[in-house]
């Protein structure tokens, strides 16, 4: 990630992780404001441009699921907002009100947040990676480390990262870990174009198989699942790789969720990606307004990659849904589709892959 331009805000300025990443580098005290008045000068470009400030509300937020969907009862820390990666898919391109990357540090009152959170919530899954990627702030702060030594005061959480990079150096070894996930969102290697500044899927793979050998059980997330030409068999070569690496009982959960966008991000996609494939396939307006593939195909789709995952991993993987009907659960997965018994078979299955020995 490279840094151009760095702004901080006068709340944030004396937190020791803006001291920490301010040291050597030129910054501003500057506003949201002020930075929006320079973007559209044209005296930065966004992409190139940081903000580091403090939040003003909670931190924790349920992951947000279309309504008449089926929710895994998720739960988000959003500590950072926007993404360098440049997926040609990503919902950041129209979603967020901060134009610049943006770094809240004001995350030590996490710790309250969590302890009152608790009171009213048992088997909590919740990660960072739904505003930003986890990882791209690894080469700026080790904030693995800083999430990591939270979590182990609350080991009844489970914690989990969700990158498409392989930035693993600052994790520590965790010989008795009980409750932190690392998880890979992987599409086969044709797709690369559409995710330009992530890491390989074969380097994802690399990173799964180092972290389970230090401590940590993985997750996957095939999510978007893109139609592409031979699709089917780059799926069935993505996952024969994985499995050909990564033994099954180190997988905490794998999710599964079609490609999918509002009618704001189609325009989006048509003026940064102008080579992109994703508009080329069959897809249709569905009642939340967002553009999907129609049932039959995603019935398709998800039906090939469990067929896949149980031939050349194993019977017995966690698969589950990401924004999907009710109806497509009921046709192709065993666990009923409630939000406290999908929350909690995902809770338990992470805390046996965390258990597993290899």
């Not at 129209?94 to 309250?112: G, S």
């Not at 960072?128 to 702030?137: A, V």
């Not at 702060?141 to 979590?151: A, D, G, K, T």
Request: glycine share 4%.
């Amino acid at each position: 990630m490279k840094i151009d331009y760095l702004f901080v805000s006068k709340e944030a300025l004396n937190y020791p992780i803006t001291q920490k990443i301010i040291k050597g580098r030129k910054y501003e005290i500057s506003t949201l404001d002020q930075i929006r008045e320079k973007l559209n000068t044209g005296k930065i470009e966004k992409s190139r441009a940081l903000l580091i400030s403090t939040f003003p509300g909670n931190f924790i937020k349920d992951c947000p699921c279309t309504p008449g969907y089926v929710s895994c009862g998720y739960k988000n820390i959003n500590f950072a907002y926007n993404c360098p990666l440049n997926c040609s898919y990503c919902i950041l391109q129209e979603y967020l009100t901060y134009p610049v990357l943006t770094l809240f540090v004001n995350i030590d009152k996490l710790k309250n947040e969590i302890n009152e959170y608790k009171k009213s919530h048992r088997y909590i899954r919740i990660g960072t990676g739904e505003l930003t990627d986890s990882l791209i702030w690894e080469k700026l702060y080790p904030f693995s480390q800083w999430f990591i030594n939270l979590f182990q005061e609350f080991k009844d959480i489970i914690f989990e990262f969700k990158t498409k990079t392989d930035f693993i150096e600052n994790f520590p070894e965790l010989n008795n870990n009980e409750n932190i996930i690392v998880s890979f969102s992987l599409n086969p290697e044709q797709l690369k174009g559409e995710e330009l500044y992530s890491a390989t899927p074969q380097k994802r793979i690399k990173a799964m198989e180092k972290l389970i050998k230090t401590g940590y059980a993985v997750g996957i997330h095939f999510d978007p699942l893109v139609e592409h030409k031979n699709w089917k068999q780059n799926y069935k070569t993505l996952i024969k790789d994985i499995f050909n690496s990564i033994p099954p009982k180190k997988i905490a959960w794998i999710s599964l969720g079609s490609l999918r966008f509002t009618k704001d991000l189609r325009w989006k996609i048509k003026d940064n990606h102008p080579n992109s494939i994703l508009l080329k396939g069959e897809l249709v307006e569905g009642f939340d307004k967002k553009y999907r593939y129609p049932f039959l195909l995603r019935e398709k789709l998800y039906g090939e990659m469990i067929r896949f995952l149980k031939e050349y991993g194993s019977e017995n993987l966690p698969i589950y849904f990401c924004m999907e009907s009710e109806e497509m659960w009921k046709r192709l997965l065993k666990i009923e589709p409630k939000t406290e018994k999908i929350n909690k078979y995902l809770y338990e299955s992470a805390k046996r892959a965390l258990k597993t020995k290899i």
